[in-house]
């Protein structure tokens, strides 16, 4: 079982430049999103898809692109990246609806120089 | 804004003590989740409560809803070295579909 399939695990980037962070769920989740990890800080939430085409806001969007064209993909776009986006990036999938279960990819280590 | 406030932050202890973690809040929460992440990997679900005053088992877990629904605790009866790691909560809030997360408590279990 794939379930959240996240790449790559790990990244270094210069001030300035953008890559994709890419996500992928085989279990046919509606509801997908990309959280950000640092330490002391918990999960915080980046951007969030309830269907394909559909996306919103986080906790902490700027900085950040995301888009939603099959149930299957939500990858994550910085655009241009800057030393406070050094962090581990985590996507996610459930089912809609309170109490469901969240699985999370591996995490991406993104360190931008 | 809600937020939900995790203690302690940090946990040392040897194998084979109990321990106790807890998970804070003034909101009402429709569900309430703890997860376990290891080093270099994604949470893991462990339970989900939603009712008031529900304890849930997991082996040595135990896992205790607040009557109020505005808060939880996580107890672990001797403690192995497996049970190390980041102890996360989030809830469900009655109004917002987005999970609230806690910071999370580090757990080390020496042997």
């Known amino acids: 079982n794939a379930g959240v399939t996240q790449t790559p695990k790990f990244q270094v980037l210069k001030t300035g430049q953008s890559m994709t962070l890419q996500c992928a769920q085989d279990?046919?989740?509606?509801?997908m999103s990309w959280y950000r990890q640092d330490p002391g800080m918990g999960l915080r939430l980046i951007h969030y898809?309830?269907?394909?085409?559909?996306?919103d806001q986080g906790e902490v969007p700027n900085g950040y692109n995301v888009s939603r064209s099959t149930t299957e993909d939500f990858p994550l776009r910085l655009l241009s990246a800057a030393p406070s986006q050094t962090s581990v990036y985590f996507c996610?999938?459930?089912?809609?609806?309170?109490?469901?279960?969240?699985?999370f990819g591996e995490g991406s280590w993104l360190t931008v120089v | 804004t809600q937020l939900l406030e995790q203690s302690p932050q940090f946990l040392s202890i040897q194998e084979g003590e109990n321990l106790t973690v807890y998970c804070n809040s003034s909101?009402?929460?429709?569900?309430l989740q703890w997860y376990r992440q290891e080093p270099g990997e994604g949470p893991v679900l462990l339970v989900t409560?939603?009712?008031g005053g529900e304890v849930k088992k997991l082996k040595r877990l135990t896992f205790q809803f607040g009557d109020a629904r505005k808060d939880s605790s996580l107890h672990i009866t001797a403690a192995q070295p497996g049970d190390t790691g980041l102890y996360l909560c989030?809830?469900?809030?009655?109004?917002?579909?987005?999970?609230?997360w806690g910071a999370g408590t580090k757990l080390i279990i020496k042997p």
């Open positions: 996610a999938s459930s089912y809609q609806g309170a109490g469901n279960t969240i699985y």
């Open positions: 279990m046919n989740h509606e509801y």
């Open positions: 898809s309830v269907g394909a085409g559909i996306t």
């Open positions: 909101s009402v929460f429709s569900s």
């Open positions: 409560v939603v009712t």
């Open positions: 989030a809830g469900h809030s009655d109004s917002n579909y987005q999970l609230i």
